[in-house]
């Protein structure tokens, strides 16, 4: 049952533009790894420099399957382009969670990943 | 006897083409370290975003080695090319795992690294 | 309450030259997030190979916010482009840190990103 | 005093070609933050995948400094281009260390970076 139930990511920034087919897009994502043998409702809030949190963006992670959730596509709010945030992901069972960010600005891309910040619990 | 007998890696994707010389082709790597003096008999399970997990796939890592495995070569089954995975190594020997990619879809290469999230035991 | 009251970043390195245009410019990015329900005091000590550590740099970021500070904007003193350098931050309330740098000396940027290292308390 | 006594990197590898001014030359570098009072005398072993370890590599780094050390300037022996390695690091005082690579072996370069994986002690 490898994994916590609170996570961290300080760091969230989705660049404004982008070039290169689709699959370059630039994109700011958040990986999810349930290895447990039930489900995992996962719910999500952001935090900006200058303005109240938005969330929880809720997802349901199925036993035995990982999630790689892009900001890009978050709704209700939408995450604003070009601008600072940070995350915060709880859990009702364990997961792990990894931070990958695809920076499409210029020509080519430069990629960037760190494991989340596990809580204490 | 530095290390873990379980981590996990949330974030993966082996790239669908490359550009550049053989050793620049696009690759999703964990590398293993065992720094005891016994070998680690490792397993991998790898799990996907919307199928059943795959493996174990299983690897010997000698004592006061490393080893450096690409996902890429990882076969019976092959690990799908461009579809999001993740995966959870576990050993009967404590190990320190990290996972790096190097993206060449595009002409210049991206790197990524980081260290995997090392279970409680 | 997510997070810890001291944090190391062992790199830093502030690239003497940039490409593009403002956005894309060199730099050496400390991420702080404060889930907390009050503001967070952050110290912030910079040391290098050869000379005496700076510091303490001064911060207060806001209950539930996030500030994504860079050390190029430093000043009092500013911190020397070109110079290796590492950091210590501390914090009255807990936060979580991670440690971005976009490098953009050559025409195609290239980032790096890791979660800083936590103390024990 | 915040660091660990004993640390890992899985990952290592010299690439063998490098593009673009000395600065930008291919790199692997180990950082090592001495927040202390005292000096710290750091002792590093390189394992291989087909080999024997080498080391240990020894370097003091002094009370309240950092030291950013080049995999590519250890000698007796050299550390082989174009070749696997992981390594560990024992000092006799907390230390905090991370692990960043620049790879220019295309025209533009690419980053990585990591925490490396503290001991237990």
């Known amino acids: 049952m490898i994994g916590r139930t609170q996570w961290a990511i300080p760091e969230g920034f989705i660049p404004e533009t982008s070039h290169g087919p689709p699959e ?32 929880p963006y809720e997802v349901t992670v199925p036993a035995e399957r990982t999630s790689h959730l892009q900001f890009n596509e978050f709704d209700d709010p939408e995450i604003p382009r070009g601008v600072a945030f940070a ?27 760190t494991m989340a910040y596990p809580g204490e619990r």
Chains 1, 2, 3, 4 share one sequence.
């Open 24 to 55: 370059m897009e630039s994109h700011e994502t958040v990986c999810l790894l349930n290895a447990t043998d039930a489900a995992a409702h996962v719910a999500m809030t952001v935090y900006f420099e200058d303005r109240e949190p938005v969330g």
């Open 87 to 113: 995350s915060v992901i709880e859990s009702d069972r364990p997961v792990v969670c990894q931070h990958t960010r695809l920076d499409s600005r210029q020509a080519e891309n430069a990629l960037l990943s």
